[in-house]
């Protein structure tokens, strides 16, 4: 769900050791992939994790914390949506066992209540009373299992390139498959299948699908303060260890913890009119599936981004910013009016 969302992210970089060399990170913390305003380490069930707070906790509006996805990837790529703390406080961390967060290799930690209790235990140490959560790919499932279990503490969920269901998303992955050429599709049957040919044939025929819906070829390149950004804050990167045993070797089917996993029934359980589902023109998570989603959570919102694919809050960040403002600022003037 994540893997190849990264690798895209650098696919204009020569090299991201050069980051230093192109730029200085912005000191404005509402600019986009600037320094923090802090940093801190938060224990949470099975080790710490690295979170880092734009603008101050208790200023400006509801706060807004952002989930990566994975399982196993970082916050980096939400470093271009860092100005929205020109209007509240922005939360960024590193899951367990990912990026800048404590990496104790657990296998029993890699559970999906962990990550939410994993959530919980930010949002306490930080003080912070309610806030938006938008979660991205993986990351919306923990937004969706958060909201449900602490509606108290969540003033709105995003869902955004939803996955909630992997029954569902392997559906939509082998339809969107069909779309593809021939012969791609034929080859990466072929690849899946018991006696799949080498990685030379394969390769091409996966990266072709991630080039239709999972990073596009006309996605900007990265900027200087991006590199610059990713070098500073990586850590140690994307975990391939947490998103093989959840999820497995391949985007194409699932045989890791989550292979069964279906949050749907959670959605009759949300107040469907803090729940808004965002999905790319071209996303691998299929605007029908998640027209689906909607239809199954009464009062919820569906925004597309035009031209995007999963990969469109760095394809297209000035539309999924404009998205992610109009909402919060709508549920924020909502909450006013009703006190």
Known sequence: MIRHLLAAALAFSPTVALAQELAALPADPSADWSVATSEHRIAVPGGKVWVRVNGRIGEGATPLVLIHGGPGGTHVNFGNLLSLADERPVILYDQLDSGMSDHPENPANWRTERFVAELEAIRAALGVDRWHVIGHSWGSAIALEYAAAHPQATASAVLSGTFISTPHWIMGTNLLIRELPNAVAATIRACEG?????????????????????????????????????????GRGFNAKVYNAMWGPTEFRASGTLATYDATPLLS?????????????????????????????????LAVVPGGSHAFIAERPDVAEAIFRDWMARIDRREVGAR
């Open 194 to 234: 018991p006696t799949p040919p080498a990685a030379e044939v394969c390769e091409p025929a996966t990266a072709a699908f991630y080039a239709a819906y999972n990073g596009r070829p006309d996605r900007p390149a990265p900027s200087p303060e991006a590199l610059a950004y990713r070098q500073r804050y990586g």
């Open 269 to 301: 359980r949300v107040d469907g009119s803090r729940v808004m589902f965002v999905v790319g023109q071209y996303d691998e998570a299929r605007i029908d599936t998640v027209q689906d989603f909607a239809a199954l959570t009464p009062g919820a919102e």
